[in-house]
């Protein structure tokens, strides 16, 4: 079990590690922070993050970066669809009977409460209306606070999404896998 755990650990940091490798900073792109959003960002995310998720599918199960579901004009950051689906001519729409899950990919976590409700909204409607699994997937998001009076977001995070699965793969506070999560366990990617 410890062998497994540290197999799961490394992969975490090799998927955060590659993100980090292959994203945009502020510096180069002139707006924001250290690390900035953009779309080109978002990509790389869902891109790695598809690339390592394949692996773990289940026979019959493909990774869809960036498509929709027939009926919603949401944007999903990943689908898992039938090997089969194709989405309908001219679109990234999907028929709702082919996805199984999505994943809400976020490089930095989630830092607002009301952004948090919003997304959990979303997840209850695919549940309730289309039998969807929803999971929130954060690459890095600020967990053990270092300081009085600041936010545990994993926890936070965690509660708020109750009682969909919230993944975060490293903490970016202490810069280390964050504890008691891990996405890439087989039996997780199979639902």
Known sequence: MVAEME??????????SKIEALSKTS????VGGRFSWNRY?????CNVVKHYLEKRLRKGLKAV???F???LSIEFDILMVDEWAKPEEFTDA???KSVHS???????GTFSEKALKQIKQIFEKLDRE??????YLAIREAGKPKRVGAKNWIEITREMLSPYKVYVLSDSRTKEPAEGVSLWRRSEAEE
Do not use: C, L, M
């Not at 960002?41 to 995310?45: L, P, Q, T």
């Not at 999505?102 to 930095?108: C, Q, T």
């Not at 289309?130 to 999971?135: E, F, R, S, V």
């Open 130 to 135: 289309y039998g969807i699994k929803p999971i």
């Open 41 to 45: 960002n978002g990509r790389v995310a």
């Open 94 to 96: 999907f028929d709702p």
């Open 27 to 30: 510096r180069e792109t002139g």
């Open 69 to 71: 579901i027939r009926g």
């Open 7 to 16: 197999r799961f650990n490394k992969e975490q940091q090799e998927i955060v």
């Open 65 to 67: 970066v960036s498509g």
């Open 102 to 108: 999505i994943i809400e990919v976020k490089s930095h």
